[in-house]
């Protein structure tokens, strides 16, 4: 209990903030309906009706709560207004792109540290390729991938391998160099070769520092995945709903998607942080 009385405290001390926010934002509408039909209205009028607002410019938490709902369980899971299925078209590129990545960084890493030629040459450019904001590339890489005849999951998917590879080359290469000099020296005069030191020390050693950068590798996947959807005008996926939203004003249903998507982002962090704990404890490194 004393663990779960912060969280609740700092939860409820959030959605309070949020309340106050969303009178505040929304009352200036009241305030003009009122004006409109030239009458007055009270701050005790005014809260109700700031909470209650069909296109509030920010949703109160209740309302936000009443779409997910509604777009989650009062929805067939194949219908185009079920954010389970909007959620699916988007978590299936989020997962192809973040293997893409996983195993492109891996790949990286694995080279950067044994071989110094690439150490010097791929790892700044890993770097720079950070710098180049997400939203200006994401439309290129869809052109071009059409051009060639490449379109629906897998640009996506590129674009979220995009994202999630370099944490997991920083996080591996962090790991299979957290090995100190004396390990390393045991096993030369055990007369290890390079592979075996590999597989033997190198790469167990690197365990908590992959699943530590997978963590945030998926989570950036899976923004990936909603920008990838946004330059393509998407029919369906978060990044659809969203799109959806901003075009018709409706920012309940864009405040639904952006908690599904957080959602599912938890979810996804959630299985990588439990297959953590069952592979770390079988390698004797985690109680």
Not at 118 to 129: C, G, K, N, R
């Amino acid at each position: 209990m004393k663990s779960v009385l912060p969280i609740l405290t700092v939860v409820a001390v959030i959605v309070a903030l949020w309340y106050a926010a969303a009178v505040w934002m929304n009352a200036q509408w009241a305030y003009d309906q009122a004006a409109r039909a030239e009458t007055e209205v009270t701050l005790a009028e005014v809260i109700p009706q700031t909470l209650a607002q069909e296109r509030p410019v920010l949703p109160a938490p209740h309302q936000v709560a009443a779409e997910l709902w509604k777009s989650v369980v009062g929805q067939k899971v194949t219908s185009k207004r079920s954010l389970i299925y909007h959620g699916w078209i988007t978590l299936s590129a989020t997962l192809l792109g973040f293997a893409i990545g996983t195993g492109l960084g891996i790949l990286l890493a694995v080279g950067i540290i044994h071989n110094r030629a690439m150490d010097l040459s791929v790892m700044p450019w890993a770097i720079a390729s950070q710098t180049i904001p997400i939203l200006a590339i994401a439309p290129m890489i869809i052109v071009v991938m059409n051009s060639v005849g490449l379109s629906g999951l897998l640009p996506k998917a590129v674009i979220s391998a995009y994202l999630s590879f370099f944490p997991v080359v920083v996080g591996m290469v962090k790991g299979l160099r957290s090995p100190d000099a004396m390990q390393l020296d045991l096993l030369r005069t055990y007369n290890a070769s390079r592979g075996e030191t590999f597989w033997k020390l190198r790469l167990p050693s690197s365990m908590p520092y992959l699943f530590a950068s997978l963590k945030v590798g998926v989570a950036a996947s899976l923004v990936g995945a909603i920008v990838g959807e946004l330059p393509t005008g998407a029919v369906a996926g978060l990044g659809a709903r969203l799109l959806s939203g901003s075009y018709y004003g409706q920012t309940v249903q864009i405040w639904a998607a952006l908690f599904a998507a957080a959602i599912a982002a938890a979810a996804l962090v959630g299985i990588i942080g439990a297959i953590q704990r069952v592979t770390l404890r079988r390698m004797g490194m985690a109680r």
